[in-house]
T-cell receptor
Framework: AQRVTQPEKLLSVFKGAPVELKCNYS??????LFWYVQYSRQRLQLLLR??SRESIKGFTADLNKGETSFHLKKPFAQEEDSAMYYC????????FGAGTILRVKS | ETGVTQSPTHLIKTRGQQVTLRCSSQ?????VSWYQQALGQGPQFIFQ???????GRGNFPPRFSGLQFPNYSSELNVNALELDDSALYLC??????????????FGQGTRLTVV
């Protein structure tokens, strides 16, 4: 079975503080992990995927197979990062976590 | 290049009725996936169509069905609507089906309310 867990419904940080959005997964095969983001009044869009190992808008995420985690990190949060973030796992289907709201306060 | 569009944006139906939701995929894409997003939850995979055939399905009953047309647009049909079917329905288009790692582009969603 495929499962994605995002333990925090809401993460509130101050501008300039580090951010870590947690994601744990369960999958017996070789996982493909993604982070999707939804800004206010916009559609869901891909932020980054683990196989590309790129940094998008200052965000990075490393796949840790030992801990079955794919946490999203950014060293210095900006107000425009405020959004809903979904971790997703692609096995034989794309499975999303429940999402974490990130609020960056000024 | 046009993006993914869904229609209608909002819909109210009565329990027991049937509903059809529509999705136009992005130009060049041959795969469409449908998701149900209940309030406060992440999108849940309903099914996917690749080149006009269903090639993946989530844990949804058979009263959820779909079609993909030769132009790769798609419909989601739900029969015998239940109150719990009230949700945001998202469509996403991509290229190559489930076995290919390509980005999925989402529509803005259809908000279905069952009363």
């Amino acid at each position: 079975a495929q499962r994605v867990t995002q333990p925090e419904k809401l993460l509130s940080v101050f501008k300039g503080a580090p951010v870590e959005l947690k994601c744990n997964y369960s999958y017996s095969g070789s996982p493909e992990l993604f982070w999707y983001v939804q800004y206010s009044r916009q559609r869901l869009q891909l932020l980054l995927r683990h196989i590309s190992r790129e940094s998008i808008k200052g965000f990075t995420a490393d796949l840790n197979k030992g801990e079955t985690s794919f946490h999203l990190k950014k060293p210095f949060a900006q107000e425009e990062d405020s959004a809903m973030y979904y971790c997703a796992l692609k096995g034989n289907k794309l499975v999303f976590g429940a999402g974490t709201i990130l609020r960056v306060k000024s | 290049e046009t993006g993914v569009t869904q229609s209608p944006t909002h819909l109210i139906k009565t329990r027991g009725q049937q509903v059809t939701l529509r999705c136009s995929s992005q130009s060049g894409h041959n795969t469409v996936s449908w998701y149900q997003q209940a309030l406060g939850q992440g999108p849940q995979f309903i099914f996917q169509y690749y080149r006009e055939e269903e090639n993946g399905r989530g844990n949804f009953p058979p009263r959820f069905s779909g079609l993909q047309f030769p132009n790769y647009s798609s419909e989601l049909n739900v029969n015998a609507l239940e109150l719990d079917d009230s949700a945001l329905y998202l469509c996403a288009s991509s290229w190559g089906g489930l076995l290919v790692d390509t980005e999925a582009f989402f529509g803005q969603g259809t908000r279905l309310t069952v009363v």
